[in-house]
């Protein structure tokens, strides 16, 4: 699957995309809040500024994703290779006053 299917399919409303590959994919402020990717490889993928919150990347393969000012607050991250992922201002928490982390 590329970027744009699963961008398209998302807005059609899918939510299932566990154990797709997205490797090296373009997913910048791509909107997937709420999505299941399990198993999912998004290996050098750029999802900067996207929107993945409540996600679930349960044993994806995250490594050396750029997830710059992503917001990721709510990931079920279980099992998750972020191995040198960039993490630069993503939003892990999304509460009032608990602004960004920089890992």
Known sequence: ???????????RGERDFRGVVLRRA???EAILAGADFA???????????????????????????DLR?????????????TTKTIWTEADL????GAGQAGL
């Open 1 to 11: 699957m590329n970027a744009k299917t699963l961008v398209r399919r998302y807005a």
């Open 26 to 28: 373009n997913l910048i």
């Open 69 to 81: 000012l992503a917001d990721v607050s709510g990931v079920d991250w279980t099992d998750t290779d």
């Open 39 to 65: 198993e999912a490889s998004f290996f050098g993928a750029s999802l900067y500024r996207a929107n993945l919150s409540h996600s679930r990347l349960c044993a994806a393969d995250v490594r050396i994703a």
């Open 93 to 96: 928490w999304n509460e009032p």
